[in-house]
């Protein structure tokens, strides 16, 4: 029961998540076959692994029109989840919340129409991926529900709690995957798309219906009145000084002068989150063109359940291996945490250089076990970030990193989607190795944040009467204040 007391936006983020996951390896698998058949008969399509030129023709132009359904959602995503996310600290998350739900279910609606009708021209896809972009998209959504989190918690279990939401991304991209592999399979394409449209209008409901807000009424007057006062020392009024006012609180809320290192360690996370995103950009691009291609040639279905058993494995270490770490590590401290992240990101960097080098499904098939510990670091990252800034500078925050993270997507799915294409001939992993590269470069960046962080709060110097005094941690909830104690060195 307690747990059940505990879920709030978690549902709205599965079932986000499940039907984007369900989306996305069936718009790809749609994009593939369509751009076959503008130049070739059903037959060569159905077997387009028999033409390996052919294949590689085919393949090299669905990427580029990956590239533009990305483009058409993530430029207007950017725009608006600049705007949202700073709006939601003045007047709540929840109605922010459903803004990006709304435009899946436009998306959801487009995608069903094409897959209907398959001679219609590709360009008509474009329609779904601007109204997503256009409602803030998946950047928006994230924004929103962190924040949420954020106002919900206090320090002592955020991690745990950032831990159970990045958990859905993965319970929720499993049973996307199953679905959308039995259901395209078992019945049809367009079946999924109706089936990825009751599930964003189930959370419009549940939002709606049932969420609750997690601002108080006092905060959003606060952040209100701030505005009001700014809004007469200006000359802009209204709905314009509120959208400016939203954009600026954004792009400055990481170069606020702060205590300690605080701004120069949030900006370090930035990067961190910038650089995964670019990894996880040629993942996202990449996967289903590369299992499709020989020597793998996987099914759908195939693709699926490779997909399915990484979010498992993922999920399953979110949930149970991260709560039991903390439950027996009764003096936790950051630089567990720390020491966690790294394994993690050492678990996915393996994963990624195994795909690279991977001939065979047995290889790709192990590769859920080998990276199961990323999301891990994720958790533990964003936990840490949140904990940098004020309170009502939470949704600012987030929206500058997911705002950086979507230019991260876009840099990323121009340089995978050309490289790609240009890769296949001599090595079609290698795409996956430059991966595992800005994997291995977000690990040396933590390590050095590891020891600034413990060289400026855990260890620093104090000098105390003349005389240098070491201040010794003696026990850190790393989620709470750090309590040290100042041990004087004894004389020889």
Same mark, same amino acid.
């Given at each position: 029961?307690?747990?059940?007391?505990?879920?709030?936006?978690?549902?709205?983020?599965?079932?986000?998540?499940?039907?984007?996951?369900?989306?996305?390896?069936?718009?790809?698998?749609?994009?593939?076959?369509?751009?076959?058949?503008?130049?070739?008969?059903?037959?060569?399509?159905?077997?387009?692994?028999?033409?390996?030129?052919?294949?590689?023709?085919?393949?090299?132009?669905?990427?580029?029109?990956?590239?533009?359904?990305?483009?058409?959602?993530?430029?207007?995503?950017?725009?608006?989840?600049?705007?949202?996310?700073?709006?939601?600290?003045?007047?709540?998350?929840?109605?922010?919340?459903?803004?990006?739900?709304?435009?899946?279910?436009?998306?959801?609606?487009?995608?069903?129409?094409?897959?209907?009708?398959?001679?219609?021209?590709?360009?008509?896809?474009?329609?779904?991926?601007?109204?997503?972009?256009?409602?803030? *998209? +998946?950047?928006?959504?994230? !924004?929103? &529900?962190?924040?949420? /989190?954020?106002?919900?918690?206090?320090? %002592?279990?955020?991690? @745990?709690?950032? *831990? +159970?939401?990045?958990?859905? !991304?993965? &319970?929720?991209?499993? /049973?996307?995957?199953?679905?959308?592999? %039995?259901?395209?399979? @078992?019945?049809?394409?367009?079946?999924?798309?109706?089936?990825?449209?009751?599930?964003?209008?189930?959370?419009?409901?549940?939002?709606?219906?049932?969420?609750?807000?997690?601002?108080?009424?006092?905060?959003?007057?606060?952040?209100?009145?701030?505005?009001?006062?700014?809004?007469?020392?200006?000359?802009?009024?209204?709905?314009?000084?509120?959208?400016?006012?939203?954009?600026?609180?954004?792009?400055?809320?990481?170069?606020?002068?702060?205590?300690?290192?605080?701004?120069?360690?949030?900006?370090l996370l930035q990067v961190i989150a910038m650089l995964h995103m670019l990894a996880l950009s040629g993942d996202m691009e990449l996967t289903v063109l590369y299992t499709k291609h020989t020597p793998l040639s996987w099914s759908t279905f195939t693709i699926a359940v490779y997909m399915a058993l990484r979010n498992i494995?993922?999920?399953?270490?979110?949930?149970?291996?991260?709560?039991?770490?903390?439950?027996?590590?009764?003096?936790?401290?950051?630089?567990?945490?720390?020491?966690?992240?790294?394994?993690?990101?050492?678990?996915?960097?393996?994963?990624?250089?195994?795909?690279?080098?991977?001939?065979?499904?047995?290889?790709?098939?192990?590769?859920?076990?080998?990276?199961?510990?990323?999301?891990?670091?994720?958790?533990?990252?964003?936990?840490?970030?949140?904990?940098?800034?004020?309170?009502?500078?939470?949704?600012?925050?987030?929206?500058?990193?997911?705002?950086?993270?979507?230019?991260?997507?876009?840099?990323?799915?121009?340089?995978?989607?050309?490289?790609?294409?240009?890769?296949?001939?001599?090595?079609?992993?290698?795409?996956?190795?430059?991966?595992?590269?800005?994997?291995?470069?977000?690990?040396?960046?933590?390590?050095?944040?590891?020891?600034?962080?413990?060289?400026?709060?855990?260890?620093?110097?104090?000098?105390?009467?003349?005389?240098?005094?070491?201040?010794?941690?003696?026990?850190?909830?790393?989620?709470?204040?750090?309590?040290?104690?100042?041990?004087?060195?004894?004389?020889?």
């Amino acid at each position: 029961m307690g747990c059940c007391r505990q879920v709030t936006v978690e549902p709205v983020l599965f079932l986000f998540i499940t039907s984007l996951m369900m989306q996305i390896p069936v718009t790809q698998l749609l994009l593939l076959h369509k751009v076959c058949l503008e130049e070739h008969d059903d037959s060569i399509c159905e077997e387009l692994g028999n033409y390996p030129q052919l294949e590689n023709q085919v393949q090299s132009k669905t990427s580029h029109w990956i590239l533009k359904l990305n483009l058409a959602m993530n430029i207007p995503g950017a725009i608006m989840c600049t705007i949202l996310g700073a709006a939601s600290d003045k007047f709540g998350r929840r109605t922010i919340i459903a803004f990006p739900l709304i435009g899946a279910c436009v998306a959801s609606i487009n995608f069903m129409i094409n897959s209907f009708y398959t001679d219609l021209p590709i360009r008509y896809m474009l329609i779904s991926s601007f109204a997503l972009g256009i409602c803030g *998209g +998946m950047g928006t959504c994230q !924004v929103a &529900l962190v924040s949420y /989190i954020t106002d919900i918690t206090d320090s %002592s279990n955020r991690t @745990k709690r950032f *831990g +159970m939401l990045e958990s859905m !991304v993965f &319970l929720g991209g499993t /049973i996307g995957l199953l679905l959308a592999g %039995s259901i395209a399979q @078992k019945i049809s394409i367009p079946a999924v798309y109706a089936c990825c449209f009751l599930l964003n209008l189930t959370a419009v409901g549940y939002v709606m219906a049932i969420l609750p807000e997690s601002l108080s009424t006092k905060q959003r007057l606060s952040s209100k009145l701030e505005d009001a006062m700014a809004k007469r020392r200006g000359w802009m009024s209204g709905f314009g000084f509120s959208v400016l006012e939203n954009m600026r609180k954004t792009f400055t809320v990481c170069f606020v002068e702060r205590e300690n290192k605080k701004r120069k360690w949030l900006l370090l996370l930035q990067v961190i989150a910038m650089l995964h995103m670019l990894a996880l950009s040629g993942d996202m691009e990449l996967t289903v063109l590369y299992t499709k291609h020989t020597p793998l040639s996987w099914s759908t279905f195939t693709i699926a359940v490779y997909m399915a058993l990484r979010n498992i494995a993922r999920a399953a270490a979110l949930l149970i291996t991260m709560p039991l770490l903390f439950h027996f590590k009764s003096q936790r401290t950051q630089d567990n945490d720390f020491n966690l992240t790294i394994v993690g990101l050492a678990s996915n960097m393996s994963g990624y250089i195994m795909i690279a080098m991977a001939k065979s499904t047995a290889v790709m098939m192990l590769v859920p076990v080998v990276s199961s510990l990323a999301g891990i670091a994720g958790a533990v990252l964003g936990s840490l970030r949140s904990k940098l800034v004020e309170p009502d500078e939470m949704g600012a925050m987030f929206a500058f990193g997911s705002l950086l993270e979507t230019m991260c997507h876009l840099i990323g799915s121009v340089i995978f989607n050309n490289l790609y294409p240009a890769t296949l001939d001599f090595m079609p992993g290698f795409s996956f190795l430059i991966v595992a590269a800005l994997i291995g470069i977000i690990m040396c960046i933590v390590i050095y944040f590891k020891w600034d962080y413990e060289d400026t709060i855990l260890f620093p110097k104090v000098i105390s009467n003349g005389e240098q005094t070491d201040n010794l941690l003696t026990y850190v909830d790393s989620d709470e204040e750090v309590e040290l104690y100042d041990l004087k060195s004894s004389e020889g």
